[in-house]
């Protein structure tokens, strides 16, 4: 099914849907996206001014030029920056993996890139590499890890898409960028930082299908396991990419995955306030799991390498709510009731996951559904049956009379 969430060409490669390469992705449900670069020192404010928007895009809304804007990389030293405790986050939040920024929209680099100076290692104080210590930590810890990488749009390489004020476009030789300048540095994120889980592209534009699939083959040469984001364009990737922060209406039958925001930046931005609330961050976990997707959260560290607190306190929340309730997300799929606003439902084998969002008063839950055998609350560990009746068609099951959890409550059905 197409959902207008899932643009086609941002969709799954039709011989993907069955790869075993994606096994531990669609176990996994949940990851950390982490946007981080030289856009978290202005936040969002340019000469005095404030730039409306998504603070990664500054550089764009204010048509900062290159002269202007690469001058920030010698104030950029985010000496607070810990890999290990970023990862440890991670964890703690109850996310399997994490992708971070390898080079964005604005083209600088997060990573030692021999292709251009314009690298955290060589143009910033700092001089470090976050992604070398990302990778140790994610292997020490257990977390799988990805690179975001911005392959059409580069708006400080005079090829890359979407500089308009400070180059020519008819002038660009987009094709001699891609050649001399994305592969060689795929090829560096590929090779340099051991087993990489994820590239994951972004904005694939005007991308031709021969330079996707270009990509595609570079990446299966150097690291065959290596999951290409459908951002890659041109329907080519292993896994369909749902628009920023859409949720499609109803489940997917696709491996696909929602990048969101916890407020409405990717990049650190100081006035974005506008944090969407645990209760809410946890039911579009699941709603999107009950839809079989992927849901990858976003944090905006700051120029000091710090993950905001507003952030950190909402991980931590979902994490703790994972803790009790993991079982009906983790390595689940859509299950058989879809279209209820209080409800989802999340499904394995001789198990149906009802999640209920608005707890009925009186807490009889009514729903025309699956024949289940038995019911309990996930939280309880002893599993005290939950009473259960069948009657034309529908399932009755008596609950508690107040919500057990106020945020969603999980009933397992078991099934014959
Ligand atoms: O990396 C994050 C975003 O920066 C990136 N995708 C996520 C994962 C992204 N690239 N493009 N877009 C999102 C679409 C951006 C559209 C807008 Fe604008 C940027 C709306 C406002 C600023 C450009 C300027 C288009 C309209 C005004």
Same mark, same amino acid.
């Given at each position: 099914?197409?959902?207008?969430? +899932? ?29 981080? %670069? ?19 895009? +500054? ?30 986050? &991670? ?37 470090? !590499? ?28 005079? !090829? ?23 592969? *060689? ?9 051991? *087993? ?17 699939? &270009? ?8 690291? *065959? ?14 896994? &369909? ?20 925001? +916890?407020?409405? @930046?990717?990049?650190?931005?100081? !006035? !974005? ?8 961050? +946890? ?18 560290? @700051?120029?000091?390498?710090?993950? *905001? ?16 309730? %993991?079982? &009906? ?5 859509? %299950?058989?009731?879809? %279209? ?32 289940? @055998? ?39 059905? @078991?099934?014959?």
């Amino acid at each position: 099914m197409q959902d207008e969430a +899932i643009r086609k060409e941002r969709g799954q490669r039709a011989n993907a849907r069955q790869d075993p390469r994606l096994d531990w992705w669609r176990e996994a449900k949940f990851g950390m996206f982490i946007h981080w %670069g030289l856009y978290a020192i202005p936040a969002g404010e340019w000469n005095g001014q404030k730039i409306p928007g998504i603070g990664e895009w +500054i550089m764009y809304r204010a048509r900062i030029p290159v002269a202007e804007y690469e001058p920030l990389a010698k104030q950029f030293n985010p000496v607070k920056f810990n890999a290990a405790e970023w990862v440890s986050l &991670a964890k703690k939040a109850g996310q399997k993996y994490l992708v971070i920024t390898s080079k964005h929209h604005d083209g600088f680099c997060m990573y030692k890139s021999d292709l251009t100076d314009y690298n955290i290692v060589d143009a910033t104080p700092f001089g470090r !590499d976050p992604l070398k210590e990302l990778a140790v930590e994610c292997q020490k810890q257990g977390l799988k890890l990805g690179f975001y990488y911005s392959q059409t749009q580069d708006w400080h390489h005079p !090829d890359g898409d979407g500089n308009d004020w400070d180059y020519d476009e008819a002038q660009k030789d987009f094709a001699g960028y891609i050649e001399n300048y994305v592969k *060689p540095q795929v090829r560096e994120l590929l090779t340099n930082y051991g *087993p990489i889980a994820i590239i994951w592209f972004d904005t694939p534009k005007g991308i031709t299908v021969e330079q996707s699939q &270009a990509l595609l083959d570079l990446c299966r040469e150097l690291q *065959p396991d290596c999951l290409v984001c459908g951002r890659l364009g041109n329907t080519l990737g292993d896994y &369909a990419s749902a628009g920023d922060n859409k949720i499609p209406q109803m489940a997917v039958e696709a491996d696909w995955e929602t990048p969101a925001t +916890i407020n409405d @930046t990717w990049g650190f931005k100081t !006035d !974005d306030h506008n944090w969407k609330s645990p209760p809410e961050l +946890i039911h579009k976990l699941v709603d999107i799991v009950s839809k079989g997707g992927n849901y990858l959260l976003n944090v905006g560290p @700051t120029a000091e390498g710090i993950i *905001p607190q507003p952030s950190v306190e909402r991980l931590l929340a979902i994490g703790d709510w994972l803790k009790v309730n %993991g079982e &009906a997300v983790y390595g689940t799929k859509p %299950g058989p009731i879809q %279209g209820l606003a209080w409800c989802r439902s999340t499904a394995r084998p001789g198990k149906v996951y009802l999640h209920i969002f608005d707890w009925p008063q009186g807490g009889e839950i009514k729903l025309s559904g699956p024949q289940a @055998t038995g019911a309990y609350l996930l939280s309880d560990a002893s599993r005290t049956p939950l009473p259960i009746k069948s009657q034309s068609g529908k399932v009755i099951i008596k609950g508690p009379s107040e919500a057990p959890d106020a945020i969603n409550t999980v009933i397992v059905l @078991t099934l014959d």
